[in-house]
């Protein structure tokens, strides 16, 4: 049912909240076979409903031995806990063995969606990440989709992260950093009014600036002695239930790192609450002066 809820794109919160309730509450998930919990999974994250309680349970289901063999299953799981910020550690590593022991079945779009969430959850494995990886992703290059090769320049920024020496060949990399540069993106009411209060409360900004790493944010704001600080300005895409989503989850923590800019976040319910062009403007300077 939730499957086919999420495919449709129908929201129906209350029947997710019953579906989730119903499935942690179960003693156990053997009677699930490892589609039932890949799509469960997914249509869960694709219906933008976290549930704490439910993605344990699957979890649980999902680590017993021998349970997902299928490439498919392994993908979606995984990419739908990355998707909702579930990135607990023993979950990433649990699947690393059998991921390696089947790079040569995973499709493009499957170990695209596998080195996506692992960047999200940041856990890595030196039995999977390696040069044969590496390799395995080079062997699909012309078949990679534009969101494809945008997930793997964050899988790369992520090895960057780590120190790693393992590198995509230079024509992929050129290719990914391309797809994720060219990302439409568009200014919004909310961004233009968190905007007009920074620039109101005497600071110098740019904005729609593309960062080294390849990200773009919202704006940077000078603060004196050559420090600058990333605004974000996230609106309801960004979050699940008030908790930031696995890409919003990635890029702060990768700006953080990798282009070292401090990122201050202006989440939507809060300016929402800010009744008063006074109370904005104080929240602005409060919400930057604690990262100069």
Same mark, same amino acid.
């Given at each position: 049912?939730?499957?086919?809820?999420?495919?449709?794109?129908?929201?129906?919160? +209350? $029947?997710?909240?019953?579906?989730?309730?119903?499935?942690?509450?179960?003693?156990?998930?053997? /009677?699930?076979?490892?589609?039932?919990?890949?799509?469960?999974?997914?249509?869960?994250?694709?219906?933008?409903?976290?549930?704490?309680? !439910?993605?344990?349970?699957?979890?649980?289901?999902?680590?017993?031995? #021998?349970?997902?063999?299928?490439?498919?299953?392994?993908?979606?799981?995984? =990419?739908?806990?990355?998707?909702?910020?579930?990135?607990?550690?023993? *979950?990433?590593?649990?699947?690393?063995?059998?991921?390696?022991?089947? !790079?040569?079945?995973?499709?493009?779009?499957?170990?695209? &969606?596998? /080195?996506?969430?692992?960047?999200?959850?940041?856990?890595?494995?030196?039995?999977?990440? &390696?040069?044969?990886?590496?390799?395995?992703?080079?062997?699909?290059?012309?078949?990679? /989709?534009?969101?494809?090769?945008?997930? *793997?320049?964050? =899988?790369?920024? =992520?090895?960057?992260?780590?120190?790693? +020496?393992?590198?995509?060949?230079?024509? $992929?990399?050129?290719?990914?950093?391309?797809?994720? @540069?060219?990302?439409?993106?568009?200014?919004?009411?909310?961004? &233009?009014?968190?905007?007009?209060?920074?620039?109101? @409360?005497?600071?110098?900004?740019?904005? +729609?600036?593309? $960062? #080294?790493?390849?990200?773009?944010?919202?704006?940077?704001?000078?603060?004196?002695?050559?420090?600058?600080?990333?605004?974000?300005?996230?609106?309801?895409?960004?979050?699940?239930?008030?908790?930031?989503?696995?890409?919003?989850?990635?890029?702060?923590?990768?700006?953080?790192? *990798?282009?070292?800019?401090?990122?201050?976040?202006?989440?939507?319910?809060?300016?929402?609450? *800010?009744?008063?062009?006074?109370?904005?403007?104080?929240?602005?300077?409060?919400?930057?002066? &604690?990262?100069?």
């Amino acid at each position: 049912i939730s499957w086919a809820f999420a495919t449709a794109r129908v929201p129906h919160a +209350e $029947l997710f909240e019953k579906i989730a309730y119903h499935i942690a509450g179960l003693d156990s998930l053997d /009677s699930f076979t490892a589609q039932n919990v890949s799509n469960i999974a997914w249509a869960f994250a694709t219906a933008k409903i976290y549930h704490s309680h !439910l993605f344990e349970k699957l979890a649980e289901a999902a680590a017993r031995k #021998g349970r997902f063999t299928d490439t498919t299953n392994i993908a979606t799981f995984l =990419w739908a806990c990355a998707t909702v910020g579930y990135t607990i550690e023993r *979950l990433f590593s649990g699947f690393a063995l059998i991921i390696s022991s089947k !790079l040569d079945e995973f499709s493009d779009q499957q170990i695209s &969606n596998v /080195s996506w969430a692992y960047s999200v959850a940041n856990v890595m494995s030196e039995g999977l990440f &390696n040069k044969g990886y590496a390799g395995a992703l080079a062997s699909k290059e012309k078949h990679f /989709s534009k969101e494809g090769l945008t997930q *793997l320049h964050q =899988w790369q920024l =992520w090895q960057q992260e780590l120190g790693s +020496e393992i590198e995509l060949p230079l024509s $992929l990399r050129k290719k990914c950093r391309h797809a994720f @540069i060219s990302t439409s993106y568009s200014e919004s009411k909310l961004q &233009n009014d968190v905007v007009g209060g920074v620039r109101a @409360i005497g600071l110098d900004l740019d904005e +729609e600036v593309l $960062l #080294g790493s390849g990200y773009r944010i919202d704006a940077v704001v000078k603060v004196g002695h050559g420090k600058k600080v990333a605004v974000e300005v996230d609106g309801p895409s960004h979050y699940i239930h008030r908790r930031p989503t696995g890409s919003t989850i990635l890029k702060r923590r990768q700006v953080t790192r *990798l282009d070292l800019i401090e990122v201050v976040t202006v989440p939507y319910w809060e300016w929402g609450e *800010l009744k008063s062009t006074k109370m904005k403007q104080l929240y602005l300077r409060e919400k930057i002066d &604690n990262k100069t």
